[in-house]
């Protein structure tokens, strides 16, 4: 248990500062808001947290199930429930007055309920029912990237793809094309459609295990051709696109760095070249405290970590989902909240902390532990594959992972 909760706390600092990045503006105000902006993006700084731990995270769920339809069902009951269970609650509050869906949705509908239900809205271009949505679209693409991989036999080669992801975006810069699938309407709509089915081929090749499960690493080339198909969409190129795979890949080197499966060069070489692409689309200082704050954790992991941390970590996924509604509804109960004297706002930024940390405690107990229990009681009848993947070596200072730590691997 104890080597995972330094996961938790990254997971549980990404979501926190996330929650409070997005609550800044109407408590410290627009200027004061800005002006941090100006030096870090902590809202950028999150999010490449969340994409580092997944990156880091998914081989080792994948490696710990021993096949890939162990792997996706586990997945998907881990994602889909908090996922649908947000949407759902979104369209009872916009029936009832209280919000409102995204222009995008309501002008391009088919395209967005389409691209919804692959949870990739934003290599469509439309916006996400909940606009955080647009990272779940990256860990979609990197889920079947990395079975595909799998599939293949190549998933060992992590140092080759985060630096030849990194390379292609540096390189390629401007030159990349941002629209290639999705430039109008009518292509977001037919891009949606035609994601639905190859999402639903690749599944299905790679839970039968058929080598042609393969085409999932066909899925890189969507944020290589298409990564700001519209103004709907948070990444604003295809060069950005790409880097947030390489950072997730980067995740991954590190695992498998730590666990003897790639050397020293390759690692490091692989880890300089996507901090190289972070530094060309991101601020300096955010790429450094995300840098100097998964290394510390990394490095203190096998201690004891702050308990509030790991318990933000295990309800950060609806804690991230859920804020973004909660703060929406700031401005019905307190008008014009920037402008209120320092108390009220202080007040009011500490209620809403409290409401969306007791909301996403709710939706862990109530959505996502049932899920992931669906999930356990549909792969017990499937058991362990006959032939499993060689035993990954455990680090000299880990121990051995508890069967209790082992279950929260894919969390």
């Known amino acids: 248990m104890r080597r995972l909760a330094w996961l938790d706390a990254l997971r549980g600092l990404a979501a926190i500062t996330v929650v409070l990045f997005h609550l800044s503006p109407q408590v410290i105000g627009d200027d004061a808001h800005l002006a941090v902006m100006r030096h870090i993006d902590l809202g950028k700084y999150a999010v490449l947290l969340f994409f580092l731990v997944s990156g880091y995270v998914i081989p080792m769920s994948l490696e710990r199930h021993g096949s890939l339809r162990r ?4 997945r998907l009951c881990r994602v889909y429930p908090a996922y649908l269970v947000t949407i759902a609650l979104f369209a009872v509050l916009a029936g009832a007055g209280l919000l409102h869906w995204p222009g995008s949705l309501r002008a391009e509908t088919g395209a967005g309920v389409l ?3 692959t949870m990739m809205p934003d290599l469509v271009g439309v916006r996400g029912v909940v606009r955080v949505f647009w990272t779940l679209t990256y860990e979609m693409v990197f889920y079947l990237i990395v079975a595909g991989l799998h599939t293949l036999r190549q998933h060992r080669h ?13 390189l390629g810069g401007t030159h990349l094309p941002d629209a290639l699938l999705g430039s109008s309407w009518a292509d977001r709509r037919a891009l949606a459609a035609v994601l639905v089915l190859l999402v639903i081929l690749t599944l299905t090749l790679q839970i039968r295990a058929s080598t042609a499960g393969g085409i999932g690493v066909l899925f890189v080339l969507l944020p290589a051709l298409n990564g700001h198909p519209s103004a709907a969409s948070t990444v604003t190129s295809s060069r950005q696109a790409l880097i947030i795979l390489a950072v997730m890949f980067a995740g991954t080197v590190i695992y498998r760095w730590q666990h003897g499966q790639i050397g020293p060069t390759a690692g490091l070489a692989a880890l300089v070249t996507v901090t190289l692409g972070l530094l060309d689309t991101q601020r300096i200082a955010t790429v450094l405290a995300v840098i100097a704050t998964f290394l510390a954790a990394y490095i203190f992991r096998t201690s004891a970590m702050p308990r509030a941390l790991t318990w933000l970590g ?3 996924y609806s804690l991230y989902l859920l804020h973004v509604m909660v703060l929406f509804m ?5 008008p014009e909240l920037g ?4 108390p009220i706002r202080v007040a ?20 996502e532990r049932p899920g992931q229990a669906l999930g356990r009681s549909l792969l017990h009848p499937i058991g362990k594959p006959r032939s499993s993947p060689p035993r990954v070596p455990q680090p000299a200072q880990g121990g051995a992972i508890s069967r209790a730590g082992a279950s929260r691997l894919d969390t």
């Open 115 to 117: 691209a919804h239900v």
């Open 71 to 74: 792997f996706w069902i586990g």
């Open 339 to 342: 402008t209120r004297p320092l």
């Open 314 to 316: 295990r309800v950060s």
């Open 348 to 367: 009011t930024g500490l209620t809403y902390v409290a409401i969306v940390l007791i909301l996403a405690a709710l939706s862990y107990r109530m959505v």
């Open 330 to 334: 700031i401005p019905r109960v307190v």
């Open 158 to 170: 992590s140092a080759w793809y985060a630096g030849g992801l990194a390379l292609v975006a540096l």
